[in-house]
């Protein structure tokens, strides 16, 4: 942090903390007893047939790293050495033919299936709610992360679905290829977790999100593999392609993916463009798009968010800091006393993407945008994987800390976001009893609408304890999914649905949609053996009754 002098006064001043704060106290390791795991002597004996014992783990720690994901539910109960689950086991799986086997004797065996990836989800999706006492394994597949083959002419790369974000474009990059698909969490998700969230990566502008570049699948489900052909479309009734992105780990393991790549970009321009406020940024934006000149990389952020961005910039020395000062001066002189951020990226072959820029740039300037060049879009890009987790860095010192995103038509975006943004902030007030901060970013545009991507930090009373801070937390985020619910926007946009956000399932889908994608899980998987409390279960109803 120390690269970073601004940031914590400012979270400090924001949220009325006393000067001297101290680290708050978590449980340490030791203090952590997980209990005895359940041992199914049959399923174990028949997957010894084909694994060695290196690729089956009963080890405590081994078990703890496999519990949760990163949501600030899940590490708040770390925190606080609250373990409501841990698997049993975890098994390592080297190729699909082991997946298929595992998968065929847990069926027979009853025992439940939980894969694994880079366990970043931030939605609570790798936890079994009602195990109903059976043995539980987490599924690891990071030891499947081959590049397996690469069809230069047709531009498509086919991977095994354990290959970390950094892996699999180093893998494409010595062949002279790319993904582009870069989430915030790129450094430790997963190829499968990005399809079975269906996530989506900063230049969604330009390459989609993960749905749009899947070419063909290779899913293990209990009822046999299904293998989807790669092909540039097809109309075979409806996609199976789709129908496996966001499924969660509950229809089956993704183990192989076919993805649409592209050559090496010839060109990268990332650049920071200032607004006076918000709304002209916003009709900065929409005209672009009005004129197909819409960036590649749009990340535009509000009066709050743009505050915690240059708090939490680096510091800045010598001549940099000389060179700062007047820069500073001007910008307030010249009315951008309360700015908005809008980071923009142009990629792809030189000549489209020089004259994209050049189009999408005059028509911001023309909006009143200031340009300050290439220096700090390099310099985001360098620390961009490092910012959402210095929400783990507030946690030291008991900030609740989160995000929440959505996504809504564009004659909706505008009073979405100002519902919601209003309902979180009275929200953290009336549950903490003091304000807090939220921001907001549009990021991911389409043709049609926008992601509408919130920021919050609110604090607690002077002692409260991790579990309080969670239960504070629960109110505060239970209140902005109401109020995007309530607002028309989708329950998430890229975040996937979870354990967290399953309550307000029966809102977002019909009965005879929820009924027929329960009916998919029931034919694939019999026995729900597959993730059973990823989100189709019947409990969904049940927990919106009690939340
Ligand atoms: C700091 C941070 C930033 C983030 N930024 C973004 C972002 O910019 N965009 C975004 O979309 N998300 C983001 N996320 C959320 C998260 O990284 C994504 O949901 C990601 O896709 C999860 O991948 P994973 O490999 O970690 O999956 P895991 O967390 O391991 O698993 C997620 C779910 O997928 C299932 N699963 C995993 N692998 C497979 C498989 N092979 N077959 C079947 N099911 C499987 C699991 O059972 C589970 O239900 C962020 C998270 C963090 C912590």
Not at 37 to 53: A, E, K, N
Not at 87 to 108: F, R
Not at 432 to 460: D, N
């Amino acid at each position: 942090m120390d690269s970073r002098p601004k940031f914590w006064p400012f979270i400090r001043e924001m949220l009325k903390f006393d000067r001297n704060r101290e680290l708050q106290q978590t449980v340490s390791r030791e203090a952590i007893r997980l209990v005895e795991p359940r041992r199914h002597v049959d399923f174990l004996s028949d997957v010894g047939q084909f694994l060695t014992s290196d690729q089956i783990s009963f080890d405590e720690d081994d078990r703890l790293g496999h519990a949760y994901g990163r949501s600030f539910r899940d590490v708040q109960r770390l925190r606080a050495g609250k373990i409501d689950f841990a698997p049993d086991a975890v098994l390592l799986p080297a190729a699909h033919e082991q997946v298929e086997k595992i998968v065929s004797a847990a069926g027979k065996h009853k025992v439940i299936l939980i894969p694994f990836g880079g366990g970043t989800n931030i939605v609570g999706a790798l936890e079994p709610k009602h195990a109903d006492g059976r043995m539980v394994v987490s599924l690891d597949l990071r030891r499947m992360q081959r590049l397996l083959k690469l069809d230069e002419h047709s531009q498509i790369a086919s991977f095994e679905a354990g290959v970390f974000g950094p892996e699999l474009e180093r893998l494409l990059e010595e062949r002279g290829f790319a993904l582009g698909h870069e989430p915030d969490s790129f450094e430790f998700s997963t190829l499968g977790g990005w399809i079975a969230t269906r996530s989506c990566g900063t230049q969604s502008n330009i390459y989609g999100g993960i749905e749009d570049m899947v070419v063909s699948l290779r899913v293990v489900t209990p009822l046999g593999t299904i293998e989807t052909k790669p092909a540039p479309a097809a109309s075979n009734g409806p996609d199976l392609n789709r129908l496996m992105c966001g499924s969660e780990g509950m229809f089956g393991v993704i183990t192989q993916a076919s993805l649409r790549v592209h050559r090496t970009p010839e060109c990268l321009d990332y650049r920071i463009v200032l607004f006076k406020n918000f709304a002209a940024g916003y009709e900065a934006l929409y005209d672009c798009l009005l004129h197909d000149a819409l960036p590649d990389v749009v990340r535009y952020s509000d009066e709050m968010e743009t505050r915690l961005i240059f708090a939490a910039k680096h510091g800045s020395h010598g001549l940099k800091a000389w060179f700062d000062k007047p820069i500073k001066a001007y910008l307030k002189w010249a009315g951008f006393s309360a700015p908005c951020v809008l980071l923009v990226g142009f990629e792809g072959p030189a000549a489209r993407t020089l004259r994209l820029r050049n189009a999408a740039l005059r028509i911001l300037k023309r909006h009143g945008g200031f340009d300050t060049g290439q220096g700090p879009g390099r310099q985001w890009r360098k620390s961009r994987f490092d910012v959402p987790w210095l929400r783990d860095y507030m946690m030291d010192y008991g900030v609740i800390g989160d995000s929440m995103e959505t996504a809504a038509v564009w004659s909706n975006v505008r009073p979405l976001y100002e519902s919601v943004r209003a309902e979180l902030s009275d929200a953290i007030q009336s549950v903490t009893g003091y304000a807090g901060y939220v921001g907001c970013h549009l990021s991911h545009l389409y043709k049609t609408g926008a992601c509408i991507y919130f920021t919050i930090a609110a604090r607690g009373r002077e002692n409260d304890g991790p579990l309080e801070l969670l239960g504070y937390y629960e109110k505060i985020k239970a209140r902005g999914t109401e109020a995007i619910m309530r607002g028309g926007g989708v329950l998430s946009h890229h975040h996937a649905v979870g354990y967290e956000h399953r309550p307000w399932l029966p809102r977002e889908l019909s009965p005879a949609a929820l009924a027929a994608l329960r009916a998919v899980k029931s034919r694939l998987d019999p026995e729900n053996i597959m993730n059973p409390t990823a989100f189709l279960v019947e409990e969904a109803e049940a927990d919106l009754r009690s939340r």
